[in-house]
């Protein structure tokens, strides 16, 4: 059993023995002592206070009283004002990392069949144009959240959806006709979500060009916008490909396709993947049937124009458009046929979708449709709201080809830790297929953790450089722990060495600390969990690869003649070497064993 158990149920115990308070273990969450403090875990007593009819200071003298005389854990307190610190019988640490080492997936809970079934989205591309910088915050955020909440015992599926229909795909179309003279990705030596992403810039390119004309003939810009000859020809390929024309439709299929592969082999690098995918190609035929379906139960109201709205005035907000007069579907419809589909396909409990704080509003009214069309969660959908991304030169634009592309980032990151590596002098005496290997986990690693290490809600700029660097708050800072870790623990292999009995062994106070930061790891990952918070596992990882090259700077390891002490200690380098793998799994970051 972890040590904040133990507590918590010795303090349960306490307070109705004392007051005959029946107070639930689970309810009471010992917390790590404040440095300013002596102690090892802090209990709050102002819940029992009011029962006591005892000022918090005499609660706490008396709990801990208890505590002293009961538990053969607590060796001394002391209280500050509501706040009861106690201090931990030091052997008692041993018990608790042999608890560490001897439990498999430490800090995971299993799901079961009766677990609570979560469904994230995360990714949603548009099929005109290759996955950006923005993508990449929102994939590793929704990658994350999937791995934390699998790690807290719920069954989950990850979901992405694809808007694959519309004007902006079909000006990437319509510029491949024009200008691509049959060109494809093979022999252009180009990924098709790249390429693709050219036809949508060169579209941009040319109708700004017409506008510029058209203006200079005395058009307003909004008249010009309208009477550009290439913006009607798209809207006219669009009325094409809805009434199912067979070449538009075969011209979709065939570019569609080669935006996929591009996508899936970006997927593949990130070390993302989902379990369904829906296109919007077909969500929003469903989505216009459940809104007929809702019109018809007089849930929703027709125009005179034709066109369908939902009065939300009554919870506060104002009239949605479903379907415009001419009966074609908006976002909104969209996405309420993606959840019609999706909630046939499987018995959700929960629906998070991770898209950016720009759709506060489109959520807010998403959440209202579907607990009015009557799906059981849609009145508690989760938008995982995350802040903008930007870099140190300012925002991007996909039209005028200024977007950051996440191949070509990755690349960046990649290049720049093998470069960083080898001025370390980190990879000599590596093969090549080494020194590729470990480039990608570092640069890749550096990527991400930079990104999910800051609270999602915020808006956030992206460095490469600082990111990169292997001192701070960083993902190579922590895989160069792990990799240090692992290089003590097989070079103490070589020399005879093994973890063997330190039950009796007393820690000093720096093995007490990192015992202690690896007690917090199953705390942290059930309230990441809760607060759905991948920063929250990227924060606990670093602090605890910073506790851990603290010990190893202040305690001899492979030099100390004490058997049992080297063994606490080797015991301790394995669950550091484990947790810190374990923690930043939880962040889609693999860490290398060399470095």
């Known amino acids: 059993m972890s040590l904040d158990k133990i507590i918590a149920q010795a303090v349960a115990r306490a307070v109705k023995e004392l007051y005959g308070i029946d107070a639930e273990p689970s309810a009471i969450t010992p917390q790590t002592t404040r440095k300013e403090f002596e102690g090892n875990l802090t209990i709050v007593v102002f819940p029992w206070v009011k029962a006591a009819r005892k000022s918090p200071e005499a609660v706490g003298k008396e709990i801990g009283e208890w505590l002293v005389d009961n538990e053969p854990a607590v060796a001394r307190f002391n209280v500050v004002k509501g706040f009861l610190n106690l201090v931990i019988e030091p052997t008692f640490w041993s018990s ?20 609570p079934l979560v469904m994230i989205e995360y990714s949603s591309p548009n099929t005109n144009k290759p996955l950006h910088l923005g993508h990449v915050r929102n994939i590793l955020l929704g990658n994350s959240l999937s791995r934390i909440l699998a ?10 959806i694809v808007n694959d229909r519309g004007i902006h795909i079909c000006k990437s179309m319509l510029a491949w006709q024009k200008w691509g003279e049959g060109i494809t990705p093979e022999k252009a030596g180009k990924k098709g ?13 040319h109708f700004k060009a017409e506008v510029a004309e058209l203006t200079a003939k005395g058009m307003s810009k909004e008249e010009a916008e309208s009477a550009s000859p290439l913006m009607q020809e798209a809207r006219a390929m669009l009325r094409k490909w809805e009434n199912n024309d ?58 005179e124009d034709g066109s369908v709205w939902a009065d939300l005035t009554a919870e506060g907000l104002d009239h949605k458009l479903l379907l415009r007069s001419d009966g074609t579907s908006v976002y909104m419809t969209q996405d309420i046929g993606t959840a019609r589909m999706r909630f046939d396909d499987y018995p959700i409990d929960r629906m998070i979708y991770v898209v950016g704080n720009e759709q506060n509003y489109h959520f807010q009214v998403l959440s209202l449709l579907l607990d009015r069309l009557g799906f059981k969660w849609g009145k508690d959908l989760v938008h995982f709201s995350y802040g903008m991304v930007e870099l140190p030169n300012g925002k991007m634009k996909s039209r005028e080809g200024t977007v950051v592309d996440a191949d070509d980032l990755m690349d960046e990151m990649v290049n720049t830790a093998r470069a960083v590596s080898s001025e370390r002098g980190q990879l000599d005496g590596c093969t090549d297929e080494e020194i590729k290997s470990i480039t990608e986990m570092v640069g890749l690693g550096a990527l991400k953790y930079f990104l999910l290490k800051v609270d999602p809600r915020k808006n956030m700029t992206f460095n490469p450089a600082e990111s990169i660097d292997f001192n701070g708050n960083t993902g190579p800072f922590i895989q160069y722990t792990h990799a240090r870790i692992r290089s003590v623990l097989r070079r103490a292999s070589e020399s005879g060495f093994t973890i063997g009995e330190f039950i009796m062994a007393e820690p000093c106070d720096r093995e007490i600390a990192l015992i202690q930061r690896l007690a917090d790891y199953p705390a942290t990952v059930a309230e990441a969990g809760r607060s759905l918070s991948p920063a929250l596992i990227a924060n606990y990882v670093y602090e605890l690869a910073k506790e ?21 200690r080797l015991a301790l380098s394995e669950a550091s070497a484990s947790t810190i793998a374990s923690a930043m799994s939880l962040l889609g970051i693999e860490v290398p064993d060399r470095m």
Request: with cysteine.
């Open 96 to 115: 608790v990392l042999q608890h560490i080492t001897a439990t498999a997936d430490y800090g995971m809970t299993a799901a079961t069949e009766q677990s």
């Open 151 to 160: 790690a807290c015992g719920n069954r989950v599926v990850k979901t992405n």
């Open 193 to 205: 979500d790249h390429l693709i992403g050219d036809f949508y810039v060169l579209f941009d390119k």
């Open 246 to 303: 067979p070449e538009v439709r075969s011209l979709w299929e065939m570019m569609n396709n080669w935006v996929y592969a591009g996508f899936d082999a970006t997927y593949e690098r990130m070390g993302v993947g989902f379990d369904k995918i829906y296109y919007e190609s077909s969500t929003y035929l469903q989505g216009k049937e459940k809104v007929l379906e809702g019109l018809e139960k007089g849930l929703m109201y027709r125009k």
């Open 548 to 568: 851990y090259n603290q010990f190893y700077h202040d305690c001899s390891i492979l030099k100390e003649t004490d058997e049992e002490k080297r063994s606490l």
